[in-house]
Every structure is written in C-alpha cells, then in structure tokens.
C-alpha cells in the first residue's frame, strides 16, 4: 500500500488546515491508520488514530477539542482536520497505516505502523 500526504501549508496562529492522506495499492479499509508529526529536533510524536471502519478516534491530549481525524473508505482516504492552531503545531506530518495494529496503547507508537506517508510541512507563524 501506497500513502500520499498533501494539504499542508503556511497559516497564522488560529488558522485551520486540512490534511488529506490518498491510499493507493489497497483497499483503506484494511488498516488502522493514523497521524503522526515530526517537530525539527524532535521525535516523531502521535496525533491521532482512527479505527478500519472509523467509529473509533483517538487523540493526544496536545490536539484533543482542536483536531478532528475522519476517513472516507469508499474513496480510499484519510482526514485530520486542524482548528485553532498553534506555533507548536508547527511539524511534518505523516499519515501511517497497518493492517494488524490492535486498538489500544500500542496504537500511539510509531513502531506498530508499518506504511508510511512521505510527510507534510505544516507551519504556524505567531
């Protein structure tokens, strides 16, 4: 499978972003997926995660009230809405995929996705 992240940008402190991630290669419904970011210096820290069939969300507290993760099966993608952003959004952000993830703890670590995205800039200027 074959993730494509696009729609990030430059936007002021407040602003709102979407990000979409295309799946390719297989069906989206196959996998848990999630966002991930990468602040420079940092490690690559969890977003959210959404479960194959998306009745289930979970968020890091950092982006909870403020953040909304979504997909669309039918068409093979994957959403993270971004409200009211801070400079401390500012990072690439990855879309990450897995067929056998189990939802729980391990679903916040970056060593239970094996698909990743090529990553997206998002940057909030203050």
Known sequence: ?????????LVQAGGSLRLSCAVSGRTA?????????QAPGK?????????????STYYADSVKGRFTISRDNAKNALYLQMYSLKPED?????????????????????????????????TVSS
């Open 43 to 55: 490690e690559r820290e969890f977003v959210a995660a959404i479960t194959k069939s998306g009745p």
């Open 90 to 122: 500012t990072a690439v952000y990855y879309c990450a995929a897995d067929p056998t993830t189990a939802w729980g703890q391990q679903t916040l670590l970056p060593t239970s996705y094996n698909y990743w995205g090529q990553g997206t800039q998002v």
């Open 1 to 9: 499978v074959q993730l494509q992240a696009s729609g990030g940008g």
């Open 29 to 37: 419904s196959r996998y848990v997926m999630g966002w991930f970011r």
